[in-house]
């Protein structure tokens, strides 16, 4: 999903700092005025997988995996809607 979102920030040309904080893409995305994911709400839920995740900083209990599989392929259909 940060690799979406960073994919279109690229496109836009709207600069990023190396960043694995899904928030925070989001909100350049918003910031600059583009067009930003539907369920930008529901990424909130992935961030700390994102980023505590990556340095095995979390319990995996709390993880619905799911839920994080049909947000992660929301993102990628609206990435792919935004590039041509």
């Known amino acids: 999903m ?3 979102l960073k ?3 690229s496109l836009h040309q709207v600069p990023f700092r190396k960043t694995h904080d899904l ?3 989001i909100d350049l995305l918003s910031d600059a005025g583009k067009p930003t994911p539907p369920e930008a709400t529901e990424i909130e839920f992935l961030n700390p ?3 505590i995740f990556r340095y095995d900083l979390i319990d995996l209990e709390t993880f619905d995996r799911n839920q ?3 947000l ?3 993102i990628r259909n609206w990435a792919a809607t935004q590039i041509p």
């Open 2 to 4: 940060e690799k979406c």
């Open 7 to 9: 994919a279109v920030l």
């Open 23 to 25: 928030g925070e893409l």
């Open 49 to 51: 997988f994102a980023v």
């Open 68 to 70: 994080a599989k049909a």
């Open 72 to 74: 992660v392929e929301k």
